[in-house]
């Protein structure tokens, strides 16, 4: 994985080779008996995309989720990447719970770039401010 070890606990499943065009990886952070913590991410030629991230309610706020986006941003970084996501809740929606997820990804430098009803698109520029298609 470019130097980067893995989580402990963690797999990576599905390869992200930089020849394909849409690649789809899968790292998780098994807890033993509460499950595991999930990120689904996509990689393309010129940008990643952050597509999903679950952690099992009983292991929230112990930083899982931190943990594993910290992993996608090193991992985009290394090659000069830009990193796409959208906040957006999976299940019950309102504009506070959305804000909530602006402020979460705003956190690792991901800044709005366009507002959808009950999602915000969001950007992380690459390292260097290099543009990404």
Do not use: W
Request: aromatic residues 6%; contains cysteine; positive net charge.
């Amino acid at each position: 994985m470019d130097g980067i070890a893995p989580l402990p606990g963690s797999s990576r499943v599905g390869p992200a080779e930089s020849s394909a065009l849409n690649a789809t990886t899968e790292m998780k952070a098994h807890l033993g008996e509460a499950g595991s913590a999930v990120m689904r991410f996509s990689e393309s030629r010129h940008a990643f995309s952050l597509d999903l991230i679950l952690v099992p309610s009983a292991c929230r706020g112990a930083g899982l989720g931190t943990a594993l986006i910290h992993r996608l941003l090193a991992i985009a970084d290394a090659v000069g990447k830009p990193v796409h996501t959208t906040a957006r809740p999976i299940g019950q929606s309102s504009a506070e719970i959305v804000d909530r997820l602006v402020a979460y990804y705003q956190r690792f430098g991901f800044v709005p770039v366009e507002q959808g009803f009950r999602a915000v698109h969001m950007k992380r520029p690459a390292p260097g401010g290099a543009a990404a298609r």
